[in-house]
Structures are given as structure tokens and as C-alpha cells.
């Protein structure tokens, strides 16, 4: 198992702006999938990127992969304040467990 | 219908005591989690249990003791709680060893 370090380690950003965090990882994967965590609530996986894709999207949400340097990062465009939370990258090897980071705290004003 | 329920939700208990969290999943997956999270929002992985058999255990003081009665429930057991106990601890379950499913939390405080 390995775990992924996540970059920025606090984001605070006005709403309508982009939002970047990165997550750097050891060793090779099979994908790597970002998870979200609102306070005081459990983490829910927002997407995943598979190790041979290196852009993905789903609504405002864009995650590149670059195996060859062994990074991630998620990018949230046009953020709201209801994306406040801690997001956490968790890269994934068949047969292992996911670990998590300490993630990105993440803080959208109005 | 929630997917992962943990319960209960607050545990307020005295430094000594013995208490139990439950963990139920109606996914269908065969893989269960314990985590503990603590004030610093480290979430750190404590047991996994794969069709009722235990397949990771991290370093935990053997007062924590996980139970699976079945491949849906996985509860956790702690004795002689002590002040460092106290943190949120989360469920999870997933298919295999993949995408993961959490509960609610259950928050933990020990006095």
C-alpha cells in the first residue's frame, strides 16, 4: 500500500475561482481516485483516474495523471462555497489497500 | 437507504470503559474498514476484513478488537478506553480493494 501526499496543504479561494490541489505518489498504480470529506461527514469518492488515462472529467471537475512523474491533480472550476471540504487522493495498487493523505483543506468564500 | 450505517453516531463514555461501535453495509461488497480519524484529520486505516477474514491489521493496541459476523457487518470492539480513543472512527466497505464506500462516523469521546 502507498499513500499519496496531497499539495496544498489549505486552498482558500473566492467563489467563481479554480481551485488546484496535487497529490504525489511512490510507486507504479493501477489508478489513482480523489476523494472528498465535508465536515464532520465521511469521504466520498468523487472520481478515478486509471493509469493509463491522463485527463479525466466529470461536471467541474478535471484530474490529470502523469505516471512518468508520479502525480495528480484535481482541478475545480468555478468553485462554490459548498465545495468547502478536504479533499484527499488515495493511488491505488491491485491487491492493496488505499491509504489516505492528510488532504488539502479546501475553503470557497462568498 | 443509507449504504454504509454506522452507529451510534456520538459515544461519550469514561476513561475504563468498554464500548462497542457496529458497521453495516448493504452494497453487497465483500471487503470492510475500520479508520480512525484524528483531531488533525489524519485518517489512518486500522483493520480490513475481506468475507469475514481479517486482511489487514495496522498497528493497533489489542484493546481494539474488530468483529465480523457476516460479510454486510463489522463492528469494533474497544476496551479500557483512554483518553487518546478519542477521534472519529469510520466505516468503510468496497468490491475488492477498490472504490470505497464510508459511513457517517461515529465521534468518539473519551473523558
Redesign the interface.
Known amino acids: 500500500s502507498q499513500q499519496g501526499e496531497e499539495d496544498p496543504q489549505a486552498l482558500s479561494i473566492q467563489e467563481g475561482e479554480n481551485a488546484t490541489m496535487n497529490c504525489s505518489y511512490k510507486t507504479s498504480i493501477n489508478n489513482l481516485q480523489w476523494y472528498r470529506q465535508n465536515s464532520g461527514r465521511g469521504l466520498v469518492h468523487l472520481i478515478l483516474i486509471r493509469s493509463n488515462e491522463r485527463e479525466k472529467h466529470s461536471g467541474r471537475l478535471r484530474v490529470t495523471l502523469d505516471t512518468s512523474k508520479k502525480s495528480s491533480s484535481l482541478l475545480i472550476t468555478a468553485s462554490r462555497a459548498a465545495d468547502t471540504a478536504s479533499y484527499f487522493c488515495a493511488p491505488y495498487q491491485a491487491g492493496t489497500a488505499l491509504i489516505f493523505g492528510k488532504g488539502t483543506t479546501l475553503s470557497v468564500s462568498s | 437507504d443509507t449504504a ?1 450505517s454506522q452507529t451510534p453516531k456520538y459515544l461519550v463514555t469514561q476513561m475504563g470503559n468498554d464500548k462497542s461501535i457496529k458497521c453495516e453495509q448493504n452494497l453487497g461488497h465483500d471487503t470492510m ?1 475500520w ?1 480512525k480519524q484524528d483531531s ?4 489512518k ?1 486500522m483493520f ?1 476484513y475481506n468475507n469475514k477474514e481479517l ?2 491489521n495496522e498497528t493497533v493496541p489489542n484493546r481494539f478488537s474488530p468483529k465480523s459476523p457476516d460479510k454486510a457487518h463489522l463492528n469494533l470492539h474497544i476496551n479500557s478506553l483512554e483518553l487518546g480513543d478519542s477521534a472519529v472512527y ?1 466505516c ?1 466497505s468496497s468490491q475488492g ?9 461515529t465521534r468518539l469521546s473519551v473523558l
Not at chain 2, 97 to 105: S, V
Open positions: 454504509v474498514y479508520y488533525k484529520k489524519f485518517l486505516i480490513s486482511i489487514i469510520f468503510a480493494l477498490d472504490i470505497q464506500y464510508f459511513g457517517a462516523g
